[in-house]
């Protein structure tokens, strides 16, 4: 219910973009539709990458954990090779189902190695 007290009130006090008895108001308005800057994040892409580091070693240590619960260090590196391995079929698959649609698209035939 707070939540949509908050947004009436926030609407109650953004509502003019195109009210023409209130020209300054409607000038406002419009340009701040086009003002970007408080949209997106402030989070450089140096912030974005550290970030994903912080996630990727969070995610890689919860299944080093859970993996050696249950399995011994030798088959655990057997299966990060093998979902490795899987993983670069797939991607490979994808890209060739993309230079299919590419070479079709475009009339240029290349094969994967001169992709």
């Given at each position: 219910?707070?939540?949509?007290?908050?947004?009436?009130?926030?609407?109650?006090?953004?509502?003019?973009?195109?009210?023409?008895?209130?020209?300054?108001?409607?000038?406002?308005?419009?340009?701040?539709?086009?003002?970007?800057?408080?949209?997106?994040?402030t989070m450089t892409?140096?912030?974005?990458?550290?970030?994903?580091?912080?996630?990727?070693?969070?995610?890689?240590?919860?299944?080093?954990?859970?993996?050696?619960?249950?399995?011994?260090?030798?088959?655990?590196?057997?299966?990060?090779?093998?979902?490795?391995?899987?993983?670069?079929?797939?991607?490979?698959?994808?890209?060739?189902?993309?230079?299919?649609?590419?070479?079709?698209?475009?009339?240029?035939?290349?094969?994967?190695?001169?992709?």
């Amino acid at each position: 219910m707070e939540a949509l007290e908050s947004w009436h009130e926030w609407y109650s006090n953004h509502q003019g973009v195109a009210e023409l008895n209130k020209p300054l108001k409607t000038k406002d308005s419009r340009e701040n539709l086009h003002n970007t800057k408080q949209i997106f994040s402030t989070m450089t892409d140096a912030d974005l990458v550290n970030r994903a580091e912080k996630e990727i070693l969070e995610w890689m240590g919860d299944t080093l954990v859970q993996g050696l619960e249950r399995l011994s260090g030798a088959r655990l590196y057997e299966l990060i090779v093998q979902a490795t391995k899987e993983n670069l079929d797939y991607t490979k698959k994808e890209y060739l189902k993309a230079l299919e649609v590419y070479q079709l698209l475009s009339g240029n035939v290349m094969d994967e190695n001169n992709g």
